[in-house]
C-alpha cells in the first residue's frame, strides 16, 4: 500500500522512519516533509490544508491511506472532506473528524466534555466580549498564579500564565476586548493552577476500542531548569520514572476510558491518535489539554520504542479491528534533545549550512525545520533537528543525544543541556 504522510516535522520524520520498516508499506510520499523525510519517501510540495491538493495527490500516487501529523488539517475537517467526496471516500484518513478534534481545536469544549464525563481537570470559567467584567471578578475570586487560554488554536501560544491579578485582568482584556490571539481569544477559559509535574500520555483508536502507547515527558521552555518562554519542545524522555503502574492506572482508568467512553456517548466517533496532556498533581493525574495527534517531540522518542508494526497498527485503526491487535514496546529509555535556531521561539535566521549528520553514531537524527537545497541540507525552522538515543537508563541514553549533538554544526545551534533534570 502506498501512504500519504501529511506534515513536516520531527514527528513526521520520526512516523515515516517507522513506517518504512513495514513490509505493508510500498511507497510513502510525505507532503510537504522535510530534507529527513525525503531520505524516507517522496515529498510533495503541497499545504496540508489545501484538501483540493491533498486529494489530487492520494489520486495520481494511488494512495490507500492518509495519515495526518498536525492538528490544523484535523481542526479544519480532513476526514470529513474526505467523506463527502465519492471519489476518496475509500481512502482511510488515519486522524479524527472535524468534531473529534475540537478536543484540540476549543479548550471550551474540552473542558465541558470533561466535567460532563468525569474526567479529572482544573476548575475553570469561559467568559466572552460581553462578559468580561465577569471574568474580571472571577479572577478576584482565585488565588496566584491565573492561567488564561485562548479557546481556538493559536500556534501553541494561547495559554497565558499569569503572576498577579493585575497583569491576569490586563491579558483577559487583551484576549477578549482587543482580540490578541484573533478570533482563537473570542472566548477565553480561565482555570486553577495546577501544581505537579508534567507528563503525556497517548493512545490509539479505531472509534471502538483503543491502545495506550509509551508515556513520555516533554521539556516545553527555551532555557534550563524550565525558565523562559514556551517553545513546541526542546526534547523529551519516554519511559517517565514517575508515571509507575499504579499512576497509570489511573490514567487509563479516570482518563483514558472515561475519555473513550464520553465520546461514544457523544455519538463522536473518533479515530486515530489521542494526546493527553496531564499534570500529576500528588499522585493523581488532571488533563491539561486534549490534542488530536501524536504530540512533537514526543513522538520522536515514543515511536522508536513501539516494536510492533505501526503500518498494521494504522489498518486496524482504519478497519476498526484494533482490538486484535497488540502494541509491543522496548523498555529501554528512548531520550530526545532538540537542536534549534538561536533567537527561537522568537525570532530566528534559517538557510544555515548544517553537516556533521554522517558522523552521527549510535542516535537517530530526525529532521524537523530542514529542507535541500541542490546536495545541502539547510535549516528552515526553530526547531532544527533531534536526536534520539536510546539507553539502559535514562543517563545513557542521554549521554549518547548529548555525545552526537556536538558532531552536528550549524550557525546559532542551540539546545537544552539539562533535558531529564527533573527525573
Ligand atoms: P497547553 O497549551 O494547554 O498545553 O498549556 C501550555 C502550558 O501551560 C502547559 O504545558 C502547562 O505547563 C501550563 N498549564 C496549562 N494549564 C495549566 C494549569 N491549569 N495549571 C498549571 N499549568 C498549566
Ligand atoms: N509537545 C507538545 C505538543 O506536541 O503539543
Partial sequence: MNILLLGSGGREHALAWKMVQSPLLTRLYIAPGNAGTAGMGINLSLSVTDFPAVKEAVLSHHIGMVVVGPEDPLVMGIRDYFLSDPEVLHVPVIGPAKQGAMLEGSKDFAKQFMIKYGIPTARYQTFIKNTLTDGIAFLGKLDAPYVLKADGLAAGKGVVICHSVEEATAELTA?????????????????EFL?????????????????????AKDYKRIGESDT????????????????????????????????????????????????????????????????????????????????????????AVANGTLAAETITTDPRFATTVMLVSEGYPDAYEKGKL?????????????????????D??????????????????????????????????FEGKCYRRDIGFDL
Avoid: W
Wanted: negative net charge.
Fill in 175 to 191: 484576549m477578549l476586548r482587543d482580540e490578541r490571539f484573533g478570533a482563537a481569544s473570542e472566548s477565553v477559559v480561565i482555570e
Fill in 195 to 215: 501544581h505537579g509535574i508534567e507528563l503525556s500520555a497517548f493512545a490509539i483508536t479505531d472509534g471502538i476500542s483503543y491502545k495506550i502507547l509509551p508515556e
Fill in 228 to 315: 523562559g518562554p514556551n517553545t513546541g519542545g526542546m526534547g523529551s524522555v519516554s519511559p517517565v520514572p514517575f508515571a509507575g503502574k499504579a499512576f497509570m492506572e489511573k490514567v487509563e482508568t479516570q482518563v483514558i476510558r472515561r475519555t473513550m467512553e464520553g465520546l461514544k456517548a457523544e455519538g463522536i466517533h473518533y479515530t486515530g491518535f489521542l494526546f493527553f496532556g496531564l499534570m500529576n498533581v500528588k499522585g493523581n493525574p488532571f488533563v491539561i489539554e486534549y490534542n488530536c495527534r501524536m504530540g512533537d517531540p514526543e513522538t520522536e522518542s515514543v515511536v522508536p520504542r513501539i516494536t510492533s508494526d505501526l503500518v498494521a497498527l494504522l489498518q
Fill in 354 to 374: 548544517i553537516s556533521g549528520e554522517e558522523a552521527v553514531v549510535g542516535s537517530m537524527v530526525f529532521h524537523a525545520g530542514t529542507r535541500m537545497e541542490k
Fill in 376 to 409: 545541502e541540507v539547510l535549516t528552515n525552522g526553530g526547531r532544527v533537528m533531534a536526536l534520539t538515543s536510546f539507553g539502559e537508563t535514562m543517563q545513557e541514553a542521554l549521554a549518547t543525544s548529548y555525545l552526537n549533538v556536538q558532531k552536528i554544526t
